[in-house]
């Protein structure tokens, strides 16, 4: 099973909507990041909230994190047709000696003009 | 700056055969994450270089191997192809010593289709 796993899978709005991305995770991390990938191509970083962060705003973006719940959501205010992507979650892990960045599935955006 | 780059950004190999992809990360960072891309395992974790040395890795085969030379530009070798291993191969560098689980750059990616 996933460590993150992204909430809806695909999520399709009106651009000027807000949209709300969720992501739940199993075990205890050191961070948890957000990034976007256009179609086929290579990730970017969003923003990076710490395990002993609450919530983080960057632009238009605004992550949460609840470490209790095992949950983050991010929230893209005032959403525009640049913004149909892939987004991921990811966690920073230390799993079997090793530290690693874990992805979630992703959600996809679109924002329709 | 300029950013990470990945060459070759398209390959096309046969079963059996094997495969080196490069990687240059960005201007002063160190470590160097590799990651496999699939439809249907998403994003995962193959290793992460740091000065010259493996220093973390994930859940692959012995296929798949790496190395970092002194300049920090990394390459990544999987052997004996098989068809699962098509994938979209990303490459990842980050400024502090932090490696895998800090804020990470990421290249093009180099698209691998194993027929």
């Known amino acids: 099973s996933q460590q993150g796993e992204e909430d809806p899978q695909a999520l399709s709005i009106q651009e000027g909507e807000n949209a709300t991305m969720n992501c739940s995770y199993k075990?205890?991390?050191?961070?948890l990041q957000w990034y976007r990938q256009n179609s086929g191509r290579g990730l970017v970083h969003l923003i990076l909230?710490?395990?002993?962060?609450r919530e983080k705003h960057s632009g238009r973006l605004r992550v949460t994190l609840d470490t209790s719940k095992k949950s983050s959501s991010l929230l893209i205010t005032a959403s525009r047709a640049a913004d149909t992507a892939s987004y991921f979650c990811?966690?920073?892990?230390?799993?079997?000696?090793?530290?690693?960045?874990?992805f979630g599935k992703g959600t996809k955006l679109t924002v329709n003009p | 700056k300029a950013g990470v780059t990945q060459t070759p950004r398209y390959l096309i190999k046969t079963r059996g055969q094997q495969v080196t992809l490069s990687c240059s990360p960005i201007?002063?960072?160190?470590?160097v994450s590799w990651y496999q891309q699939t439809p249907g395992q998403g994003l995962q974790f193959l290793f992460e270089?740091?000065?010259?040395?493996?220093?973390n890795k994930g859940n692959f085969p012995g296929r798949f191997s790496g190395r970092q030379f002194s300049n920090s530009r990394s390459e990544m070798n999987v052997s004996t192809l098989e068809l699962g291993d098509s994938a979209l191969y990303l490459c990842?560098?980050?400024?502090?010593?932090?490696?895998?689980?800090?804020?990470?750059?990421f290249g093009p990616g180099t698209r691998l289709t194993v027929l």
């Open positions: 909230i710490r395990s002993n962060e």
């Open positions: 990842a560098s980050s400024l502090t010593s932090g490696g895998p689980t800090d804020t990470q750059y």
């Open positions: 201007s002063g960072h160190r470590s």
């Open positions: 075990t205890s991390i050191n961070n």
């Open positions: 270089y740091f000065s010259e040395t493996q220093r």
């Open positions: 990811a966690t920073g892990i230390l799993q079997g000696g090793s530290e690693k960045l874990v």
